[in-house]
């Protein structure tokens, strides 16, 4: 029974979902319901094999050991860095998110530099393209965009199909932008997995699992979500399906790529390290006026009794959860746990996912499992206000003349994005 609610729940969310993109859609009437199917029936496909099918994930879990495996690997050169001469452990006082968390992202951005410099990237991503180009007919530019972006991320996708921006319609772009918001970069990864999985090896092992699937779930979705929202105005050719990964390197030598990639990652860390701590200042800064407000009248009281100690009072997190709380309950949570995910949505909105993601392990010993692992889904993309800018900047770069089109979609490719990610939410929620 508890099966057939899940199902009932998920399909319900799923169809509202793709009710709202077809509201939002620029022509409804030349939506390819095809394609809508197709990358509908892959996800379904996708997320029954990796969470049902016990063989499928098995594999799915070897790959994900390789995820911990990196966590340990970090650690040995943290420690090499951080252990006291005298002791043989890293000191407790530097134990914490700074040492622990960003430098996994310098290693996991140097380690797919290695692996993009050796083709293997590029021969997994091909795999990719080549099955969502056969189910739903994309252009070979859209397909091979889609799969890189379960890999690399939002700025980088763009280069594997860099000689074909100039030349693509408005819907192609869509596309790109759209797949760049629904999943994540393998340099964030690794960090995500240290968030959700703590210290034990076999829970880390579980949320590479579960995020590695939606990453790959969340590419047809978004699909699905960017041709309703910008349907293309004609069929595509089978010239046009042709699957050519250019043959970029990402260094002279291994050595250069290596280099290459452990600097972008720093800097990616830098910026993230940061990010988070300004807006977690921000955030407690706008906490502090509104429990402020909330002592009028005893709102706070109010608000702790009503919530059962869930929110201290009047706070972002307790607005974000109202509102976001409808949003949580149709993919699937329980109505307990709805404005708990529902603020976590907020805030992956409104910030990024990096600071969902890093105030979840807080909320989820108050959560039900089922819960846990449709958030983690549902959290796991780009798609938030600060990303729009940044795809603007980065493929407005290797494609000048394209600027106008990603300025225009920029909004709505976000909203694709989201949806995309809720999309695949709900059909974890369905078989979990």
């Known amino acids: 029974m508890d099966l057939v609610v899940s199902i009932l729940r998920g399909t319900l969310g799923y169809g509202l979902f793709l009710g709202l993109m077809y509201l939002l859609s620029a022509n409804r009437k030349a939506i390819n319901w095809r394609i809508v199917a197709g990358g509908t029936l892959l996800q379904l496909v996708l997320g029954l094999l990796v969470l049902k099918v016990e063989f499928v994930s098995i594999a799915f879990d070897w790959v994900a050991s390789f995820f911990v495996s990196v966590l340990g690997y970090t650690g040995a050169g943290i420690e090499f860095l951080l252990t006291p001469f005298s002791a043989s452990e890293v000191d407790p006082a530097l134990n914490n998110f700074v040492f622990k968390v960003l430098p996994t992202i310098v290693f996991f951005s140097a380690l797919s530099s290695l692996f993009y410099y050796l083709g293997i990237l590029q021969i997994i991503t091909k795999g990719i393209a080549w099955v969502m180009s056969q189910t739903m007919k994309l252009t070979g530019a859209e397909s091979l965009a889609a799969a890189a972006n379960v890999f690399i991320g939002q700025t980088e996708a763009p280069l594997v199909i860099r000689p074909y921006l100039e030349g693509m319609s408005r819907s192609e772009i869509m596309c790109l932008m759209v797949g760049g918001f629904a999943t994540i970069a393998g340099s964030v990864f690794a960090a995500y997995v240290g968030f959700l999985g703590g210290d034990d090896p076999a829970t880390q092992q579980l949320f590479a699992r579960h995020l590695l699937t939606a990453s790959i779930m969340s590419a047809p979705a978004a699909i699905v979500c960017a041709k309703m929202l910008l349907p293309a105005d004609r069929e595509v050719t089978l010239a046009e399906q042709k699957l050519d990964v250019p043959r970029e390197k990402s260094g002279s030598n291994m050595l250069d790529a290596i ?21 977690t200042a921000m955030i407690a800064m706008l906490n502090s006026i509104l429990s402020g407000i909330g002592n009028i009248g005893d709102l706070n009281g109010t608000i702790a009794a009503n919530t059962n100690g869930r929110f201290s009072g009047l706070t972002l997190e307790y607005i974000l959860g109202l509102l976001f709380a409808p949003v949580a309950w149709i993919m699937g949570v329980s ?13 992956k909105t409104a910030i990024n996912e990096f600071y969902a993601y890093a105030k979840l392990p807080e909320l989820k010993t108050l959560m039900e499992q089922k819960s846990v692992i449709i958030t983690t889904y549902a959290l796991c993309g780009f798609a938030n206000f600060a990303s729009i800018g940044i795809q603007i900047g980065g493929i407005s770069a290797l494609a000048p003349t394209q600027r106008k089109n990603l300025t225009e979609l920029g909004i709505k490719a976000m909203i694709g994005g989201t949806i995309a990610s809720f999309l695949t939410a709900c059909i974890a929620g369905m078989f979990s």
């Open 259 to 279: 280099t290459h990639g452990a600097t972008d990652g720093f800097k990616l860390a830098v910026n993230v390290g940061i990010m988070l701590l300004v807006f």
């Open 335 to 347: 109505s307990q746990d709805s404005m708990m995910v529902g603020q976590l949505l907020g805030m």
